[in-house]
């Protein structure tokens, strides 16, 4: 099973800029996508970027035209630049691997991001 850890979360203030990184114990092509998920205080965990198997990126509105999901394929390394952050930023950030029809197979164990006003 291929493991998933992020790293990169940290405090920030406002306006300011953060990238997470995903290293997978294994390919990331096992996966059909690989993504990032943000819980925020109190709210369920939401997709917030992906990336598809062929290169094709999707993200929420709220984050579109500041962040940026990418992956080193070499490295199986998947990465989330986040700049312009704002507090509503704010939570853990999760990388996983999806399957054929996005249901998540694999988990890491979250990144805290604070985004401070």
């Known amino acids: 099973q291929v493991r998933l850890t992020e790293s990169g979360g940290g405090l920030v203030q406002a306006g300011g800029s953060l990238r997470l990184s995903c290293a997978a114990s294994g390919t990331i092509f096992s996966f059909n996508a690989m993504g990032w998920d943000r819980q925020a205080p109190g709210k369920q965990r939401q997709l917030v970027a992906a990336i598809t198997k062929p290169g094709t990126t999707n993200y929420v509105d709220s984050v579109k035209g500041r962040f940026t999901i990418s992956r080193d394929s070499a490295k199986n390394t998947v990465y989330l630049q986040m700049n312009s952050l704002q507090p509503e930023d704010t939570g853990v950030y999760y990388c996983?691997?999806?399957?054929?029809?996005?249901?998540?197979?694999?988990w890491g164990r979250g990144t805290q991001v604070t985004v401070s006003s």
């Open positions: 996983n691997g999806r399957g054929p029809t996005g249901n998540v197979l694999a």
